[in-house]
């Protein structure tokens, strides 16, 4: 089974930008579809960021509220896949989570279609 283990979150000013890494372990899939799903307090889970696996790099899809500020990027020969986040606000303080698809090379929306999920990393976001 592949472990996925996220890290670079914590505590960023708004405007600020972090990282985040995801790293794979165990049977990893090379040829798979990443993404990155955040849970705020009190809220549903919900869709960042992914990104499909082709052979020149993967083609990537964001959520409108995202989109323009965060960019999803994998790095196959680490089994790492990353979140830069960029002009972060408030509204995006939340517990990120890694996932990935044993099943499926094109990314998607849907946490339905992800088999291997991440303990999640927090990213605070100060005004």
């Known amino acids: 089974q592949v472990q996925l283990v996220e890290s670079g979150g914590g505590l960023v000013q708004a405007g600020g930008s972090l990282r985040l890494s995801c790293a794979a372990s165990g049977r990893t899939f090379k040829r798979n579809a990443m993404g990155w799903f955040r849970q705020a307090p009190g809220k549903e889970r919900e869709f960042v960021a992914a990104i499909s696996w082709s052979w020149n790099g993967g083609s990537t899809l964001y959520a409108d509220s995202v989109k323009g500020r965060f960019t999803i990027s994998r790095d196959d020969a680490k089994n790492t896949v990353y979140l830069q986040m960029n002009s972060l606000k408030a509204e995006d303080m939340a517990v990120y989570y890694c996932?990935?698809?044993?099943?499926?090379?094109?990314?998607?929306?849907?946490?339905?279609?992800?088999?291997?999920w991440g303990q999640g990393t927090q990213v605070t976001v100060s005004s």
């Open positions: 996932a990935a698809s044993s099943s499926m090379s094109g990314g998607s929306r849907s946490g339905d279609e992800y088999d291997y």
